[in-house]
């Protein structure tokens, strides 16, 4: 289960503070509810595309004593299962969805500049996302007049912050801003999981 990592500074930055295990370790379980601290578990590597980054970045995995399952912190720069970082998606879906700048053109003035099927995708994702992420955002400011839910969506990004808003989302709601893949909806864990941990 991935949760989230409570620290918005730079990739730097991130990297430095990995090394204190101390820092951010969860002090109870959120998969059973154990009352105590994890025991630090290792980390294990992803890929990250960000304005001034390319490359591989640790993520720190703690695991609970009682239940025996691990709980990967993942920085809040990141979304879960996807390359790119969150500033990079949100500038594109700006710049191709309130900006109007044309797909190709989007892409290729991204930073770093990118093929227009990766934005593409994250259109074709936000746009069957849009009208439950205005629903969910309400609750943290005023939504806007809007001709739709994309455009709605997006303003009450910009208003509330994309690292706060997805902070919000991710950490309260289990709601991923671009969706979750189809093994994982509806809240970012395994179905198996889900089906073994449900009442009979
Ligand atoms: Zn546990």
Avoid at 76 to 86: D, Q
Avoid at 188 to 196: P, T
């Amino acid at each position: 289960m991935q949760i989230l990592h409570p620290f918005a500074g730079s990739v730097q930055q991130y990297a430095e503070q990995l090394a204190n295990p101390d820092c951010y370790r969860p002090g109870h379980c959120p998969q059973c509810q154990a009352k105590h601290p994890l025991t630090a578990h290792g980390f294990y590597t992803r890929t990250l595309i960000d304005t001034a980054f390319d490359g591989v970045i640790r993520v720190r995995r703690y695991l609970c004593q009682i239940c025996q399952r691990t709980v990967s912190l993942l920085p809040e720069f990141v979304l879960p299962y996807l390359r790119c970082s969150l500033t990079v998606i949100a500038l594109f879906l700006i710049a191709h969805l309130l900006g109007g700048q044309r797909l190709a053109a989007a892409a290729g003035a991204a930073s770093p500049p990118m093929p227009y099927q990766r934005g593409q995708f994250w259109i074709r994702r936000f746009r069957a996302q849009a009208e439950a992420l205005c629903a969910a955002l309400a609750a943290l400011t005023q939504p806007a007049p809007a001709p739709d839910f994309v455009h709605r969506a997006l303003t009450m990004f910009e208003s509330t912050g994309w690292i706060a808003s997805h902070r919000f989302l991710f950490a309260g709601m289990r709601c991923h801003l671009l969706g979750w893949p189809r093994s994982l909806a509806p809240d970012g864990r395994r179905a198996a999981l889900s089906s073994a941990i449900a009442p009979t």
